[in-house]
């Protein structure tokens, strides 16, 4: 009777058993030997031979690294998503491999330039002028794409694409826009902003140094900008400078032959050190009227522009921050400490909790700025709130991820300590978080605080 059972058993067996498996470990080892050997251990070291082959042998499938964690990216139709992928693999393939190096020596890629101009996406939200005419939802998306991989890189586009771009397609004459935009969509003509001012930073709307007067020979610019970007190699700068006469703020395309324009390169940063800032001088710099943008009359129409490129900066400390979180948490899954991936830690998962809470909030927060940007509803306040916001989040995001790093977080190879450096910069430009407090402030306490 024991014998038709032992049959039975093995029968039951067999049909759990894989034979092309079988057959291949068959050629490795002598599989009757190991019949032998195995069945002569008893229960206890069976159970810790099959813990030890579970630990060491069978690799443990782990989740997909998403740091879009409510799937806002379904929002998107097919061919922004098309778009929004295709940026990211130019970022990945054209940009990743070479970032490191330039951030380190303080440069600029300059032969990404035409690559990027390929793109045709310069001028994102502007109609006409061989631009793209996407929504500012897609403007945003893009921007967090560019920092997701380099700060620097979207910032340059930001500067390029955001306030110059953006200021002649706003105040522009109809020749200024015909002569600049389409070029500068192909990235042929590259430009600056020039509003800050050695002297002159948060308090820039009301005031500025920076002189102009009309004369018979056309309005002649004095006075200093400093930070600005792509200035060392740009064609064309917007300078923002009081008149004179009215002592009222307007916008001029300077050109970079102009003998009055001189610039010089800010050396020493510490944070998005592949853009180039300049300090500019403009001594009895001439400027034809036909360079001067009619529609800009006041501070207010500078202001028109600041409110657009704002919102975009709110969504580039996203991308800075997913950047960081996705290169730390791939970290945390392969490195090991005490015999387990670091990620398997209770302490370390509560960072990385942290830091896709806020990445979801920041996300959930610049969608719907989007959403109000293209249905016409942006409000000062609506770009200053996401801007304060999402670089606070950014600066302890950056900093989650380099702590979860260990000494490798401070090390530019492992991807992180050039985002925990940048994210100072976002953190300060565009209006500080005091600046944009304020505007908030004001919008609900009816109570201006400036000074
Ligand atoms: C990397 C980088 C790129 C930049 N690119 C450009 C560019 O392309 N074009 C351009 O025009 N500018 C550019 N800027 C300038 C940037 O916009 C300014 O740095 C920013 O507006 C702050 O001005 P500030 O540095 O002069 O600081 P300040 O205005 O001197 O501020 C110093 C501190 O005082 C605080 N503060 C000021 N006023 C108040 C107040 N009323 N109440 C409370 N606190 C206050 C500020 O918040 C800050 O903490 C860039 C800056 C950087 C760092």
């Known amino acids: 009777m024991s014998i038709f059972k032992d049959i039975r058993g093995a029968l039951e067996l067999l049909k759990q058993v894989d034979l092309k498996q079988l057959s291949a470990l068959s050629r490795k080892v002598d599989l009757g030997a190991a019949m032998q050997q195995l069945s002569r251990m008893d229960e206890k070291q069976l159970q810790g031979l099959m813990k030890m082959l579970n630990s060491s042998g069978g690799k443990k499938e782990l989740p997909e690294i998403n740091p879009d964690f409510y799937e806002l990216s379904d929002k998107l139709t097919p061919e922004q998503r098309a778009l929004q992928l295709k940026v990211r693999d130019f970022m990945e393939t054209e940009v990743a491999p070479v970032v490191n190096d330039f951030w380190l020596r303080d440069e600029f890629p300059y032969e990404l330039i035409p690559k990027m101009g390929q793109l045709r996406l ?84 009301g005031g500025l140094t920076t002189t102009c007067k009309l004369t018979a020979d056309g309005w002649v610019l004095n006075g200093q900008k400093k930070w600005i970007g792509n200035a060392t190699f740009a064609d064309v700068i917007v300078i923002w400078a009081r008149d004179e006469a ?48 009619p529609h800009a009359r006041s501070f207010k129409d500078t202001a028109n522009v600041l409110r657009m490129t704002r919102a975009g900066v709110a969504w580039m400390a996203v991308g800075c921050a997913r950047g960081a979180y996705e290169n730390a948490l791939a970290y945390t899954q392969t490195r090991k400490q005490f015999g387990k991936p670091i990620a398997s830690f209770q302490l370390i998962q509560n960072h990385l909790v942290e830091m896709i809470s806020n990445l979801t909030a920041m996300q959930t927060l610049v969608f719907r700025l989007s959403e109000l940007q293209d249905l016409g509803q942006l409000k000062d306040e609506h770009a200053s709130l996401a801007k304060v916001f999402c670089t606070l989040r950014t600066r302890d995001i950056v900093r989650g991820a380099r702590e979860v790093m260990g000494g490798n977080g401070i090390l530019l190879d492992y991807n992180v300590a050039r985002f925990v450096a940048d994210a100072e910069a976002i953190y300060s430009y565009e209006g500080t978080k005091e600046i944009n407090t304020l505007i908030v402030g004001r919008s609900i306490t009816g109570f201006s605080a400036f000074v």
Do not use: H
């Not at 307007?250 to 050109?255: A, E, I, P, Q, S």
């Open 246 to 293: 009215d002592g009222e703020v307007k916008g001029f395309l300077v050109r970079k032959d102009n003998p009055g324009f001189k610039v010089e390169k800010i050396r020493g940063k510490m944070a998005l050190r592949i853009v180039q800032n300049g300090l500019i001088t403009l001594t009895n710099c001439v400027v034809e009227e036909k360079d001067r943008l």
């Open 122 to 205: 310069a001028g994102i939200t502007y109609q006409g002028y061989d631009c793209p005419d996407l929504p500012f939802l897609m403007e945003g998306v893009l921007a967090m794409e560019m920092a997701r991989v380099d700060s620097s890189i979207a910032t340059f586009f930001g500067v390029q694409s955001g306030l110059t771009m953006g200021s002649i397609y706003y105040c522009g004459s109809e020749e200024q826009k015909q002569e600049w935009l389409p070029a500068m969509n192909r990235m042929e003509k590259i430009g600056a902003f020039g509003l800050t001012e050695p002297e002159v930073g948060s308090g820039a709307a």
